[in-house]
Each structure stands twice: as C-alpha cells, then as structure tokens.
C-alpha cells in the first residue's frame, strides 16, 4: 500500500518545505488543484526538479481538454495526472492516450454517478479514486466506501481512496487488503510536525 500525500493551499515557500520533508518518505507527493491554479506548472516546475526519490501526482482535475492538459502536465514533470469522472468518457480516453506505460491516469469520482460510472469502468492500468467530498459535512466511512465501489466495479483493478483519510481510517483501509493508495493532506500537512505524521502514516501501512 502507498502513501500519498497532498499539498494544497499552502505558499511556494511552505511547499519547499514540505518537499524536503516528504521527499523519500511519501510514495507520490501530489501537488494539489489550489497549487495548480495559484501558480501554475511553470511556478511549480522548478520545486518538482527538487524531488528525487518520490513520484509525483498534479491534480489537475481534467475535465475537457484532455489531450492537451495530459500531454503538457507530463511535459512538466508529472507521473500522476488526474481526469475528474465526470468528464466525457471521450476526454477520459485522450487523457489515456496521452498516458504512457511509465505513467498513470488518475480517475478522480468525487460526487460521480454509478450510471457515469460503468461508462468509465473498462481502463485497465488506470487508478480510480474514491473520492468523499468534504464539503459534504460528513464523515468518510472508507472501508464501507470501498466495499461497495468493488462490488459495483469488479473489473476495475486499481484503487486509491482520499477524502478525510486518518490514521484509524488507515489502519482499518489496510486490514481489507483492497486500496493500492490512500491519500492524506491536512492530517500531515496542518500536523505540528509532518514527517513525524507521515511517518506514522507510513509504519500503519507498511
């Protein structure tokens, strides 16, 4: 099981930080949508060249567009590129398209239909992510959550899972043996000490 960890809404500054924390630790070190759009790929370009050992996701949440978005957030530095579910199942396959063998297409099915869903349930190699929507004002129940994406999506083989992930929804994600990744933002990044969080993250899944 992998770890990724989100940044999101923080400064240039606070991100350098946590790169040299995280960097090593976390399987993928994703960028989040918030860095995306404050600062763009050209402004985040030169910390990515900084991470030497972790994978890295841009969540770009695709929704048209896809060719172009996919082929230029691979040009700069990207290994995980993120395509929202609810875009057209066309725009789906051009950001597959654009995905080689030695990258990954992230499904994100935040707030996505099950009928959307079948639509887009047939690429193999891409990662499905189980997305709970915070703003919902609820709490994520993520095994419940994964049990019955599985038994609704047999075919699908790869399975990440974020949305107010923390360390007993870990633990319990690892017991069931199904998500390859679970993603962690705020638990880490807002914790008075990060990598001592991550950490704990990390020896629950390892």
């Known amino acids: 099981m992998k770890i990724q960890v989100a940044i999101d809404r923080k400064s ?31 402004d985040i370009q030169p910390i990515v060249r900084q991470i030497s050992s972790s994978q890295i996701l841009y969540d770009t949440k695709t929704v048209d567009e896809g060719q172009y978005e996919f ?38 099915l935040t707030d996505v239909s099950e009928s959307q869903i079948a639509k887009i349930d047939q690429f193999n190699s891409a990662i499905y992510l189980l997305h709970h929507n915070n703003d919902l004002g609820v709490p994520i129940d993520a095994t419940a959550m994964v049990s019955t994406f599985v038994q609704n999506h047999p075919k699908v083989k790869h399975i990440a899972i974020a949305g107010g ?6 633990a319990n994600l690892k017991k069931q043996g199904i998500v390859e990744t679970i993603i962690v933002g705020g638990s880490i990044t807002n914790d008075p000490d990060p990598e001592e969080k991550l950490k704990q993250f990390l020896n629950i899944v390892k």
Request: hydrophobic share 40%; net charge negative; charged share 20%.
């Open 165 to 170: 992930i923390d360390l007993e929804a870990a």
């Open 12 to 42: 240039l500054d606070d991100t350098k930080r946590f790169i040299s924390l995280f960097d090593g630790l976390a399987n993928i070190i994703e960028f989040g949508t918030s860095l995306i759009k404050d600062f763009g790929f050209n």
């Open 71 to 108: 082929k230029s957030g691979f040009q700069f530095g990207a290994d995980y590129l993120t395509v929202m579910g609810s875009a057209s199942p066309k725009t789906i396959q051009l950001c597959s398209n654009e995905t080689s063998l030695h990258q990954r297409m992230v499904i994100d």
